[in-house]
């Protein structure tokens, strides 16, 4: 076994009873296999996996995960209390332990429009109940810098009652960034490079590592250390490769000593969360993973309360997902929804064929910041036209709430060359998004998520791939094999429109996460994540 206090490892004997390990022994028989601490993800939204919670467990605990602290500000921002509640219920029905963070930021920005509000008092009622272990990630922190009243009602709430409070500070630094580690936020999961772990290390804060399905930030990061290795948010299809096995796997690829990336999974989030898990000691749960060595971490046996719940890769568990509705209340769209009209006269324009310039959100493939840059296009009959051949594209977000808002601006880095793609998932209110050559195009992928009660959708020259995402939109009560299996078919579908991103409905959800910079779309317009305002799509 490893013991991840004196970080020695050596053949032992564990007595487990009602759950808890009861004494543990050296013994002198040499074994060829070697016991860790169950693993916990730290930092992860169930929901990007497109998963129900049982699903979910169904997938991950045959990997070694035995616990995650999860936080619901996707499902939350969607369905507010219900779909927080529904997240609980179905994770009870499994053994996998699912620790929950109360979500500080629905809406993430009042610059969006979600399906729900949580103000101070909110947060109370979910910070009362044992399984939050915490407040979830401070996104606002303009909010926090600005020391608006609701964003630190919710601190000061968690403070009181002794809840660690989880943070979200992309490229924040010098006086910002001591100001808002100095309202008592203890974590970060938003570091991109080196000198930003080191200045946020320095003041304290403990970072967690990033290796997630859009976001790839192991590699760089490792050398300048960290206290978790997270996965945030994680795509079925990479589920099927591994969870927190494979970051562990990767974590030493790149150079992390092996004992130390244990601990990162194991008692130091237990120790951060107050959680009764994380190492293999006296009064602890005992959450226990089998696996061949500290290079592979090739799982052989995953018990979860002394329980074996998984063996040679397959659970030992039954999982039926509990089913709720989705909220979408919007009509179906037109094409003329998605054009944008030229400020020029429209007989001038006949006459001088001068185009208009334009702001374009410019995709980062494996990050979740976008840059912004702009490009002249042509305008006909007074409309903006997109432009295939410099990669140019059309963007939109639909509100899905029931106020029928649509906003349109233009993205580069998607690659189509015909059709359109659109979903249901678009972080972190959950409008729905899409990405096209044309408007009818962009209409008619739309309108096919409209018709789905959410989820994916991918048109071209009249053929149609989805992915259906009943529950509220976000996700399937199939399996993690069928999800996947659908996402891949769309994946290869979109590949063919001409698309080169890896993952890119992940990627175009992203457009729409106005609390990361730089230029980013709701449903009220393109948004200036460092001037925090909108801006206008076409240039003066």
């Not at 129900?52 to 209390?81: C, K, L």
């Not at 250390?225 to 079925?236: A, L, N, R």
């Amino acid at each position: 076994m490893l013991n991840v206090f004196t970080e020695e490892i050596y053949p032992a004997e564990i007595e487990v009873q009602n759950g808890f390990i009861n004494c543990v022994k050296p013994v002198k028989k040499e074994f060829n296999n070697l016991i860790l601490p169950g693993f916990i993800d730290a930092h992860i939204h169930i929901e990007s996996s497109m998963l129900t919670p049982s699903r979910f467990a169904e997938a991950v605990v045959p990997r070694g995960t035995t616990s995650v602290v999860s936080d619901p500000h996707e499902i939350a921002n969607v369905m507010g209390f219900d779909g927080i509640k529904y997240m609980i219920n179905d994770s009870n029905s499994v053994p996998l332990k699912v620790f929950f963070t109360a979500p500080s930021c629905v809406p993430a920005t009042p610059f969006e429009t979600s399906g729900a509000v949580l103000g101070p008092e909110e947060i109370e009622k979910l910070l009362e109940k044992e399984d939050m272990v915490a407040l979830g990630e401070m996104m606002n922190f303009p909010g926090v810098l600005g020391e608006d009243p609701s964003v630190m009602g919710k601190i000061e709430i968690a403070k009181r009652l002794g809840k660690p409070i989880d943070g979200h500070a992309p490229l924040l630094s010098g006086a910002e960034l001591c100001k808002y580690v100095s309202a008592g936020i203890s974590t970060d999961h938003e570091c991109s490079n080196v000198a930003e772990v080191m200045e946020k290390r320095r003041l304290g804060m403990k970072i967690m590592l990033r290796e997630g399905s859009s976001a790839n930030n192991l590699k760089d990061l490792v050398p300048a250390g960290g206290d978790f290795i997270v996965s945030d948010d994680k795509h079925p299809e990479d589920l099927l490769v591994g969870h927190v096995d494979e970051m562990l796997k990767k974590a030493v690829q790149y150079g992390l000593d092996p004992i130390e990336a244990v601990k990162m999974v194991t008692i130091n989030p237990s120790e951060h969360y107050n959680l009764n898990l994380g190492s293999i000691s006296p009064g602890r749960a005992a959450d226990l993973v089998v696996v061949d060595g500290l290079r592979n971490f090739d799982v052989k046996k995953v018990f979860i309360d002394g329980k074996l719940v998984s063996s040679d890769g397959k659970p030992e568990f039954s999982v039926k997902p509990a089913k709720i509705g989705t909220s979408l209340s919007l009509t179906q769209k037109k094409p003329s929804d998605f054009d944008i009209y030229s400020r020029q006269n429209y007989e001038e324009n006949k006459k001088t064929k001068n185009g208009e310039t334009v702001r374009v959100i410019d995709v980062v493939e494996g990050q979740l910041f976008t840059m912004e840059s702009e490009a002249g296009l042509r305008i006909d009959e007074g409309k903006l036209m997109p432009d295939t051949v410099k990669d140019v594209l059309k963007i939109a977000v639909v509100e899905r709430y029931g106020h029928n808002r649509i906003s349109n601006a233009f993205v580069h880095g998607f690659g189509l060359k015909e059709g359109a793609i659109a979903s249901s998932v678009a972080h972190d209110s959950h409008n729905i998004i899409v990405v096209g050559t044309s408007s009818h195009d962009m209409a008619d992928a739309v309108n096919t998520v409209i018709k789905s009660k959410g989820g994916l959708a991918a048109v071209s020259n009249g053929e149609y791939c989805t992915l259906e995402l009943p529950v509220g939109g976000l996700m399937s009560t199939e399996n993690v094999s069928k999800v996947s299996s659908r996402l891949i078919s769309l994946h290869k579908f979109v590949s063919e429109m001409g698309c080169k991103l890896k993952s890119p409905f992940m990627s175009m959800s992203f457009m729409a996460l106005l609390v990361i910079p730089q230029l980013k779309i709701s449903d009220k317009g393109l948004f200036d994540v460092e001037k925090f305002d909108f801006v206008d799509v076409i240039k003066d």
